[in-house]
């Protein structure tokens, strides 16, 4: 991995850490493309201090159908948008109920995977209330499930955030994951 050094020591001065992690040319740049809009309140205040935290570069694409249409073509509608947001030849991982449940430690290990061999674009995709349809599930190189409960999209959003810089601090051998 370009960032960590062989037999580095966990670095204890978060600053030193940060400096030590950021880089210009990192090895794979992350979009989240999700339904909705993030608005003021304690999930976009968590997602910014997550987003200040994090070194690797980050996209968060939000797109939202305004016109009121039925269920099937609402899901359809907006799978055309979240892939329209997605880097064109992006690896997708779809946030979805009945995808993989993923460790900590082992989605850093995938996202490592992808920072050595893999793409150099990482999408994931958070559907709407009706989830996402079938036209993205069948281009997902990954489905990852947040568990077996339900969760606000917003919240998801959170908890994905910090999954991701929970992996950075994982693989940059940084104390915060204990």
Known sequence: MIWR?????????????????????????ITIAAVGRIKAGPEKVLWDQYARRLTWPL??????????????KLKQKEAELLLSAVP???????????????????LAAQFDRWMNDGPSDIAFVIGGAEGLD?????QAALKLAMGAMTWPHMLARVMLIEQIYRAQCILGNHPYHK
């Open 88 to 106: 064109s030849g992006a690896c997708i991982v779809a946030l979805d109920k009945a995808g993989k449940a993923y460790s900590s430690r082992n």
């Open 134 to 138: 079938k036209s993205i599930l069948d």
């Open 5 to 29: 050094r062989s037999g580095e020591q966990p670095c204890r001065n978060r600053t030193k850490w940060l400096e030590r992690a950021r880089h210009e040319d990192s090895p794979v740049k």
């Open 59 to 72: 996209a968060l694409k939000e797109v939202e159908e305004r016109n009121p249409l039925k269920p099937a």
